[in-house]
């Protein structure tokens, strides 16, 4: 018997069991993404089928034998040993048979002298698997789910309860985007030239949507789910360190860790939301910002300019003010004034509002968000009347206050963004009461 965290006995197939699941959701989509390339796009479905049987062999082996000193070599070689026995089992087409026995027969095993080497080309694949999962050709959603599934070892039930969604809904989704990696005869092959240049920009692009996701999420009871946000910078980092980097990439690295470095600030004790002039700063991760500093100086080196590099140029003033008295808020919108023009949308034009309110005043910021009343895009979007809410509680329009909150408490998905704005909602109705004269 051992103990966990809080002193209670725990048996040994419970630590066996927290270290395979740790290690099958790191390692798991190198090794999927490894014999992908070696059995071809067609069968990636057999090769995440080989790793869920090393997996489940880890399982029973381990909680009798124990943990090897090489956990993640040993799930590879049996990974390896499956793909062997699929092949000769003719479960790959026969023309491949050959070549495919004698690489994966030939392949380094693990531990060895060659452990490096093996690593490296480990994510060499793992790289390829998510440029092919965000191929332009597939929907940004179906990206996002395939790159959970085969990359970040998210099970179908995981992407389900992440996206609010039926795990027969996500698990058709995955089987009709890996038929169309068949039929169109997608591969691994990292693209050249402006192809590999539009790809990297649809691979960032999904792992923006995923970390969004992670640190808004749309609906239910959780404001963030952790997981997807390191998930979208554990491979935006990825694609940071490989020779396909740019920038931008630099620039979304930098985005996301320092958005990611504020996450155990931004809710309280019990889930709730806390906004970030009201976050307390110690709480931040100081090992994320140092990265986020790190990637943000390596994407401004050269002389490309994206949305990303503007971004994290927003987020890093941020980060930098010690307290939110010492924002430099002019800045802020200036660099809004620059996304504007390089990321036009109604959503930056709103954020840049918030700004104006903290330069220029909240009935400056007011004839801001006039200008967006009729824009389709933000037709349902809670924060459109949740910012003139809070723009008008600042001018002490109460009653007006409470009726743009309760447009946006209407349109706000989930839990904990609805009792923040019912908390506003109950704080102006008490001071409004508060303040009308007797008799009224």
């Known amino acids: 018997m051992t103990r966990d965290g809080t ?18 959701r790191h390692e798991s989509g190198r090794i999927v993404s490894y014999l992908t390339r070696l059995l071809g796009p067609e069968h990636m479905d057999l090769a995440e089928e080989v790793v869920q ?26 990974a390896r040993n499956s793909a062997l026995d699929a092949i000769r089992h003719r479960k790959v087409s026969a023309d491949k048979e050959p070549a495919l026995i004698a690489e994966l027969s030939g392949a380094t095993r693990l531990p060895g002298p060659d452990l490096e080497t093996t ?38 039930r995981e992407i389900a309860r992440a996206f609010l969604a039926d795990e027969s809904t996500v698990a058709q989704r995955l089987v009709r985007v890996k038929r169309q990696i068949r039929d169109q005869g997608l591969s691994l092959d990292l693209p050249r030239g402006f192809d590999l240049r539009r790809r990297l920009d649809s691979v960032l692009d999904v792992l923006y949507l995923m970390f969004n996701e992670g640190y808004d999420a749309h609906q239910g009871e959780e404001l963030i789910r952790k997981d997807l946000c390191f998930e979208a910078l554990r491979l935006a980092q990825l694609v940071a360190g490989s020779s396909v980097s ?3 990439v630099h620039a979304l690295v930098a985005l996301v860790a320092f958005q990611t470095a504020r996450l155990p600030a931004r809710t309280d004790g019990v889930g709730d939301l806390v906004l970030l002039d009201q976050q307390d700063r110690s709480r931040w991760d100081a090992r994320l910002i140092a990265m986020g500093f790190h990637h943000f100086d390596r994407a401004i080196a050269g002389r490309e300019v994206s949305p990303f590099h503007v971004e994290a140029a927003i987020a890093a003033t941020h980060t930098r003010a ?15 004034d620059q996304l504007v023009l390089l990321k036009p949308s109604p959503v930056v034009a709103l954020n840049r509002s918030v700004a104006v309110a903290r330069v220029h005043g909240a009935q400056a910021a007011l004839a801001e968000l006039d200008r967006l009343d009729g824009e389709p895009a933000l037709r349902y979007y809670y924060l459109l009347p949740a910012v003139r809410g809070q723009l008008l509680s600042e001018l002490q329009h109460r009653d007006e206050a409470v009726a743009a909150y309760r447009q946006a408490l209407a349109l706000a998905g989930n839990a904990p963004e609805r009792r923040f704005l019912q908390h506003k909602i109950e704080q102006l109705e008490l001071s409004s009461g508060a303040n009308r004269p007797k008799g009224s």
């Not at 010690?322 to 809004?336: C, K, M, Q």
């Open 7 to 24: 002193g209670a006995p725990t048996s040994a197939a419970e630590n066996v069991g927290g270290s395979v699941e740790h290690l099958f």
């Open 53 to 78: 049987e090393a997996l489940l062999k880890a399982l029973q082996s381990w909680s009798y034998s124990g943990i090897p000193s090489n956990p993640a070599g040993w799930l590879l070689q049996v």
């Open 119 to 156: 690593d490296a080309q480990l994510r060499d694949d793992e790289l390829r698997m998510i440029f092919m999962c965000c191929h332009p050709a597939l929907s940004p959603e179906a990206s996002v789910a395939l790159s959970l599934k085969t990359v970040g070892g998210f099970s179908v």
């Open 246 to 248: 740019a920038p931008r």
């Open 322 to 336: 010690a307290s939110p008295e010492e924002t430099d808020w002019r800045l802020v919108l200036s660099l809004y």
